[in-house]
């Protein structure tokens, strides 16, 4: 389809690094399983660093500049990788409810200066909408799209064209994440945390 050396767990500095480190430790064990109508599917550690590193290529592919990706879906593997793929291309991830009303989405998108959204089937419906409210967006990826992910996992690799897309210098103390938050005055608060905030807070 045409598209558009480590230490122990402490020393790992982002998410690419600890996803590679997992790999190389458990390789084939699973990772994570998961459901797809009646079918439970299972994936292993190598799959998840290999997976999530190909999306980080599709990413930088979209979008050759550093960015602020939301991310709006239910949790399953596709988010996941999306999410990491987030952090491993050293842009800025902007999670969000697949609950939030329109109003709200659009007004936290616009307050975190999205230009990139990952979606799902449970906001496609609503996905006009929100873009004719956040007229900034410049990219909107599916992550229901099955065949769309099989591709990306196939084709953005170490031994692909796309190869030298797949690794991003990633710098530990800056933002990663923007985590939104309504206080008890309604008013919506972004927090930042770094890839090093991220990865201390997992052990």
């Known amino acids: 389809m045409e598209y558009g050396n480590h230490g122990g ?64 879906g239910k949790t399953d593997y596709e988010y996941i990788s999306c999410l990491n793929g987030i952090f491993m291309s ?3 991830a902007v999670p969000l409810g697949n609950d939030m009303s329109t109003e709200k989405l659009c007004t936290v998108l616009s307050l975190a200066d999205v230009e990139f959204l990952f979606y799902d089937n449970t906001i496609a419906p609503r996905l006009d909408e929100i873009l004719s409210g956040c007229p900034e967006m410049k990219q ?33 103390d800056e933002c990663a994440a923007l985590i939104f938050t309504s206080g008890t005055t309604g008013l919506f608060k972004g927090v930042m945390l770094s890839s090093r905030g991220i990865i201390s807070n997992v052990y």
């Open 140 to 172: 909107t990826v599916n992550m229901s799209e099955k065949k769309l992910f099989s591709d990306i996992y196939g084709d953005f690799t170490e031994n692909s064209k796309y190869s030298e897309l797949l690794h991003t210098e990633v710098d530990p």
């Open 9 to 72: 767990h402490g020393e790992n500095r982002d998410a690419g690094e600890l996803l590679k480190l997992s790999g190389e430790k458990y390789g084939d064990k699973p990772c994570i399983k998961y459901r797809d109508g009646d079918t439970v599917y299972t994936r292993s550690y190598r799959e998840m660093y290999e997976n999530s590193l190909s999306v980080s290529g599709y990413i930088k592919y979209l979008c050759s500049k550093r960015t602020h990706i939301a991310i709006i």
């Open 90 to 92: 050293g842009n800025v």
